[in-house]
């Protein structure tokens, strides 16, 4: 989310200063050959998703070895459909401790948290969520 807000700032300044139009021509380039290029346009870096995913996968699992988990023997795709749809809900403004991702998950008695769902969300915000 900070990425995607820094993003944005950087383009409407860009677009404020004139800097996101064409360049100027340069030595040797004519006015016309400039005119004819495709403007620039400022794009945010691509992410590489499997390393995202590693880290997603990494954090989970060390952050899970501190608890007694419900979902033990839960397989890597699960934990990533988990952590997006945590990322999603995040998005939407749902609060990370209302967030359950494990179907029949209860709230720990001692924290009133879903632990193994706020260690997902805590996992996914930074790696996954944009």
Do not use: H, W
């Not at 360049?23 to 945010?44: D, N, W």
């Not at 699992?61 to 033990?72: D, F, K, L, M, N």
């Amino acid at each position: 989310m900070k990425n995607r807000i820094a993003a944005l700032a950087l383009l409407a300044a860009l677009a404020l200063t004139g800097c996101a139009g064409t360049a100027a021509p340069g030595e040797g380039e004519s006015a016309t050959s400039a005119e004819g290029a495709a403007p620039l346009v400022a794009e945010a870096p691509e992410v590489d998703a499997s390393a995202a995913e590693v880290a997603f996968l990494k954090a989970f699992r060390e952050i899970q070895g501190t608890y007694a988990s419900v979902i033990p023997d839960a397989t890597d795709e699960q934990l990533l459909d988990a952590g997006y749809e945590a990322c999603e809900r995040l998005a939407a403004g749902e609060a990370s401790t209302d967030i359950s991702v494990i179907d029949g998950e209860e709230r720990n008695t001692q924290s009133e948290m879903y632990l193994d769902s706020v260690s997902i969300v805590g996992a996914a915000v930074t790696s996954l969520c944009p």
